[in-house]
């Protein structure tokens, strides 16, 4: 894009060295002031040549310094019907970057710029300006526009628009506001700048005041903003004030657009309106429009999720009718659909139509049909299809890797899957290595769990908390406690932690083990990691210590309370589980002692009275 600013300042700046200029090479790369009457002869003549912009950013790359690159630029800038390109303000970028680390503030570049007999106008500041803004170097633009006020120029509605963007860039959307309503000429751009912001923000509050303030000076937004504006009000389900913009729009003799209909199906649709968004899409037939596969997509996914089958099975047929083709984003949608609302034969049928249509489909969608094949209970078909379309037209990533590793353990082909994890174990994420153990031992293959769980921490591979957390899960349900136990302490020694369900699963189990040193552990361990077990715990704990030991376990049970590992729900819950004269006069002590009663009924207590024999 092109630019050029119009001098539209009143100037306040004192006389300055003229500077003329016939080439840049004319100048010494050093920054000696040049004497009134030895000021080089080149700056106010017109030059012989026609300037273009290939000469301009040919001679800018060649400039001996950064400086000089800048008083050439801002020269050019200077001369009749010349006007810069993108490509021009993208190298001064660098140039302009270079000149401000070097000098620290736009005020010394001024000065750098005044020392070789540059005349300062107002031009050079909005370029300035312009260079920063295009540069995102926002610090800078504020100093610009500051520099500019202290020069004795006043800012035109260019340079309020720049500051006001930067404002709303940085997350200052109130003094952007203010700032806008305090510019004394706004313009389009000015409220259009702070329209496309406030949608940007969601901020529709700010967003009505701006437009209203617009309309009251004049100005009507173009068809973009509409849209915009439109959009943002659908998307956040304002379908009155959408209503209101559409009724605008109409007003101002402004086409509604394919793509505005779309947004308000959208809208519709989002607030479980369906059948009113489907009512859309026919008076968009009636009155000559042609919904695209935009809107064809979002009405058919809001009709599944509406659980409204047969009315999206319409829509495609009233689609297909119009000529209007399926694309690879449609083609998902419909495959994702079908098989969530467990139309295995349609979703299966849209995929063959892609093929069929020569449209190639990505692997992000052949693993979502593989994940479905697994979840609907069908793993034979997953490994089929990992055989025959991801293996064979893809490099399968770590999803398909997930897909065909369950559905050959699913399938009770464990050797084979053994196999073949054992094949590609290496590189492969902590997530692959926990779900074939998790799989492994979901199946009761418990050894073969362990074996490959040891070779891979043996061989260093990936593995996470989680890792652990299946391990020690599956040896839980197999009582093999003492194996759980050791994974545990193994993570503690990684510096991790457990989560609350597997922290109250083992003081569960090892409570009904009657392993009072390891559970006094676990308390302990718990307490200090600010793990929150459940009330249902805390009493079997209760009940296994104080047989032992009643003193060590009210000790335990107070720094339990002290760090709210229970919440006040639960403690009151305690109070009517334990069914323990010793535990019940403790509590309520403790509970009278330190305000810890909330003030919810016995209504909200459950009725389940836990035992543990």
């Given at each position: 894009?092109?630019?050029?600013?119009?001098?539209?300042?009143?100037?306040?700046?004192?006389q300055?060295?003229?500077?003329?200029?016939y080439?840049?090479h004319?100048?010494?790369?050093?920054?000696?002031?040049?004497?009134?009457n030895q000021?080089p002869?080149?700056?106010?003549k017109?030059?012989k040549?026609?300037?273009?912009?290939?000469?301009?950013?040919?001679?800018?790359?060649?400039?001996?310094?950064d400086?000089?690159?800048?008083?050439?630029?801002?020269?050019?800038a200077?001369q009749?019907?010349?006007?810069?390109?993108?490509?021009?303000f993208?190298?001064?970028?660098?140039?302009?970057?270079?000149?401000?680390?070097?000098?620290?503030?736009?005020?010394?570049?001024i000065?750098?710029l005044?020392?070789?007999?540059?005349?300062?106008?107002?031009?050079?500041?909005?370029?300035?300006?312009?260079i920063?803004?295009?540069?995102?170097?926002?610090?800078?633009?504020?100093?610009?526009f500051?520099?500019?006020?202290?020069?004795?120029?006043?800012?035109?509605t260019?340079?309020?628009?720049?500051?006001?963007?930067?404002?709303?860039?940085?997350?200052?959307?109130?003094?952007a506001?203010?700032?806008l309503?305090?510019?004394?000429?706004?313009?389009?751009?000015?409220?259009?700048?702070?329209?496309c912001s406030l949608?940007?923000?969601?901020?529709?509050?700010?967003?009505?005041?701006?437009?209203?303030?617009?309309?009251?000076?004049?100005?009507?937004?173009?068809v973009?903003?509409?849209?915009l504006?439109?959009?943002?009000?659908?998307?956040?389900?304002r379908?009155?004030?959408a209503y209101?913009?559409?009724?605008?729009?109409?007003?101002?003799?402004?086409s509604?657009?394919?793509?505005?209909?779309?947004?308000l199906?959208?809208?519709?649709?989002?607030?479980?309106q369906?059948d009113?968004?489907?009512?859309?899409?026919?008076?968009?037939?009636?009155?000559?429009?042609?919904?695209?596969?935009?809107?064809?997509?979002?009405l058919f996914?809001?009709?599944?999720?509406?659980?409204?089958?047969?009315?999206?099975?319409?829509?495609?047929?009233?689609?297909?009718?119009?000529?209007?083709?399926?694309?690879?984003?449609?083609s998902n949608?419909?495959?994702h659909?079908?098989?969530?609302?467990?139309?295995l034969d349609?979703?299966l049928?849209?995929?063959?139509?892609?093929?069929k249509q020569?449209?190639?489909?990505?692997l992000?969608?052949?693993?979502?049909?593989?994940?479905?094949?697994?979840?609907?209970?069908?793993?034979?078909?997953?490994v089929?299809?990992?055989?025959?379309i991801?293996?064979?037209?893809f490099?399968?990533?770590?999803?398909?890797?997930?897909?065909?590793?369950?559905?050959?353990?699913?399938?009770?082909k464990?050797?084979?899957?053994?196999?073949?994890?054992?094949?590609?174990?290496?590189?492969?994420d902590?997530?692959?290595?926990t779900?074939i153990?998790?799989?492994?031992?979901?199946?009761?293959?418990?050894?073969?769990?362990?074996?490959?769980?040891r070779?891979?921490?043996a061989?260093?591979?990936?593995?996470?908390?989680?890792?652990?957390?299946?391990?020690?899960?599956g040896?839980?349900?197999?009582?093999?406690?003492?194996?759980?136990y050791?994974?545990?302490?193994?993570?503690?020694?990684?510096?991790?932690?457990p989560?609350?369900y597997?922290?109250?699963?083992?003081?569960s189990?090892?409570c009904?083990?009657?392993?009072?040193?390891i559970?006094?552990q676990?308390?302990?361990?718990?307490?200090?990691a600010?793990i929150?077990v459940?009330?249902?715990?805390?009493?079997k704990?209760?009940?296994?210590?104080?047989?032992?030991?009643p003193?060590s376990?009210?000790?335990?049970?107070?720094?339990?309370l002290?760090l709210?590992?229970?919440?006040?729900?639960?403690?009151?819950a305690?109070?009517?589980?334990?069914?323990?004269p010793l535990?019940?006069s403790?509590?309520?002590?403790?509970l009278?002692?330190?305000?810890?009663?909330?003030?919810?009924?016995?209504?909200?207590?459950?009725?389940?009275?836990?035992?543990?024999?």
């Open positions: 894009m092109q630019w050029r600013h119009k001098r539209i300042f009143l100037s306040q700046s004192p300055l060295i003229p500077l003329r200029l080439s840049i004319s100048f010494s790369s050093s920054s000696k002031t040049t004497k009134t000021s002869h080149f700056y106010h017109t030059p040549f026609t300037l273009t912009p290939q000469f301009v950013h040919s001679t800018l790359s060649k400039s001996p310094s400086l000089l690159a800048l008083v050439f630029f801002l020269w050019c200077k009749n019907n010349y006007f810069h390109d993108h490509q021009a993208t190298h001064m970028l660098h140039v302009v970057s270079r000149l401000t680390h070097k000098c620290q503030s736009v005020n010394s570049i000065r750098e005044k020392s070789v007999g540059c005349v300062i106008k107002p031009q050079t500041f909005l370029l300035l300006l312009r920063y803004w295009h540069g995102k170097m926002d610090r800078f633009v504020f100093n610009t500051d520099e500019m006020c202290r020069f004795g120029f006043k800012p035109n260019f340079a309020r628009n720049v500051r006001m963007d930067v404002l709303f860039r940085n997350g200052k959307v109130e003094d506001i203010t700032f309503k305090r510019t004394p000429l706004p313009n389009f751009l000015s409220f259009n700048m702070a329209v949608c940007k923000l969601n901020d529709l509050v700010r967003l009505k005041d701006v437009i209203r303030i617009m309309f009251w000076k004049g100005y009507v937004p173009n973009g903003t509409f849209d504006v439109f959009d943002c009000f659908c998307k956040a389900g379908l009155k004030e209101q913009v559409l009724g605008l729009m109409i007003s101002f003799g402004i509604v657009s394919v793509n505005v209909w779309s947004m199906i959208n809208g519709l649709c989002k607030l479980r369906a009113k968004a489907g009512f859309m899409l026919v008076k968009m037939i009636e009155i000559g429009m042609s919904p695209n596969v935009v809107t064809y997509t979002t996914k809001g009709l599944m999720e509406s659980q409204m089958v047969d009315s999206a099975k319409r829509v495609l047929n009233i689609m297909e009718s119009r000529g209007c083709s399926h694309d690879l984003v449609l949608v419909l495959i659909c079908f098989f969530k609302s467990g139309y349609d979703a049928n849209v995929f063959k139509n892609l093929l020569n449209i190639v489909p990505d992000v969608l052949c693993n979502v049909i593989l994940n479905y094949f697994i979840k609907a209970g069908h793993p034979s078909h997953a089929d299809w990992y055989t025959k991801i293996d064979k037209a490099t399968p990533d770590k999803y398909s890797l997930v897909g065909r590793l369950s559905g050959l353990c699913d399938s009770g464990i050797k084979e899957a053994v196999y073949w994890y054992v094949m590609t174990a290496i590189g492969l902590a997530h692959v290595h779900l153990i998790d799989r492994l031992m979901k199946i009761g293959e418990y050894n073969i769990a362990l074996k490959l769980f070779s891979v921490i061989e260093e591979y990936n593995l996470d908390i989680i890792s652990y957390m299946v391990v020690i899960r040896l839980l349900n197999a009582k093999r406690n003492e194996e759980a050791y994974f545990y302490t193994k993570i503690k020694e990684l510096g991790e932690f989560d609350a597997i922290c109250s699963f083992m003081l189990v090892f009904k083990e009657r392993n009072e040193k559970v006094e676990l308390i302990i361990d718990v307490n200090e600010g929150q459940d009330s249902y715990t805390l009493i704990v209760f009940k296994f210590l104080r047989r032992k030991n003193s376990v009210l000790n335990r049970i107070t720094e339990i002290n709210r590992l229970v919440n006040d729900q639960e403690t009151r305690l109070l009517y589980q334990a069914n323990d535990f019940d403790y509590l309520k002590n403790y009278k002692n330190n305000q810890f009663v909330d003030s919810s009924s016995s209504d909200d207590l459950p009725c389940t009275i836990v035992s543990d024999k």
